[in-house]
């Protein structure tokens, strides 16, 4: 993050996210016990690396922090990384993977707080579709996003309107700055 010289904004969404994921794997370890939390921690930590310098080099962020981790040794990190956006695949019926609680992880943060999911697509469409050029993308991504909850939170005891309620900072940016 220091070397990226990620901006604090961005950090400090990268351990939101980075909370709601360990949250929700300690959760689903219950059911699918080969979850990977620490592999799924990296990724939601580092799954912006490259943000802030893709706002002067236009570059797809999620594509080239995957590519940097990958170069460093990190291929699973990077995959999960270069999935945080969109993801490969959207399978219902396959177990939960740990690209699919970091994209969804991301999708229920804004900025550093848990958001609804309305809520944090409609901030998505406004930031990164002004002129309406990508609206079949997005309509695509709240489909799939809403079907990718409903996976997730049929297997838990709580509601996708009692996660931010449930989830409590374990992590802090002076732990990882």
């Given at each position: 993050?220091?070397?990226?010289?990620?901006?604090?904004?961005?950090?400090?969404?990268?351990?939101?996210?980075?909370?709601?994921?360990?949250?929700?794997?300690?959760?689903?370890?219950?059911?699918?016990p080969?979850?990977?939390?620490?592999?799924?921690?990296?990724?939601?930590?580092?799954?912006?690396i490259?943000?802030?310098?893709s706002?002067?080099?236009?570059?797809?962020?999620?594509?080239t922090?995957?590519?940097?981790?990958?170069?460093l040794?990190y291929p699973?990190v990077?995959n999960?990384?270069?999935q945080?956006?969109?993801l490969?695949?959207y399978?219902?019926?396959t177990?939960?993977?740990?690209?699919?609680?970091?994209?969804?992880?991301?999708?229920?943060?804004?900025h550093?707080?848990?958001?609804?999911?309305?809520n944090?697509?409609?901030?998505i469409?406004?930031?990164?579709?002004?002129?309406?050029?990508?609206?079949?993308?997005?309509?695509?991504?709240?489909?799939n996003?809403?079907a990718l909850e409903?996976?997730?939170?049929?297997?838990l005891?709580i509601?996708?309107?009692?996660?931010?309620?449930?989830?409590?900072?374990?992590?802090?940016?002076?732990d990882?700055?």
């Amino acid at each position: 993050m220091k070397d990226m010289k990620m901006m604090d904004h961005i950090v400090d969404h990268s351990i939101a996210v980075a909370n709601v994921a360990v949250f929700l794997c300690f959760k689903l370890k219950k059911i699918y016990p080969q979850i990977n939390t620490p592999l799924t921690l990296s990724a939601a930590l580092l799954h912006d690396i490259t943000k802030t310098r893709s706002f002067e080099t236009k570059e797809i962020h999620s594509q080239t922090g995957a590519d940097i981790l990958s170069d460093l040794g990190y291929p699973e990190v990077g995959n999960i990384i270069r999935q945080h956006v969109l993801l490969d695949s959207y399978a219902s019926q396959t177990p939960v993977s740990e690209q699919e609680i970091v994209n969804y992880a991301d999708k229920r943060t804004l900025h550093d707080k848990v958001v609804s999911l309305k809520n944090r697509m409609e901030y998505i469409q406004c930031r990164y579709n002004a002129d309406n050029a990508l609206e079949e993308r997005f309509r695509m991504m709240i489909t799939n996003t809403l079907a990718l909850e409903k996976k997730i939170f049929d297997l838990l005891d709580i509601s996708p309107d009692q996660l931010a309620e449930h989830v409590k900072q374990k992590i802090r940016k002076e732990d990882w700055t």
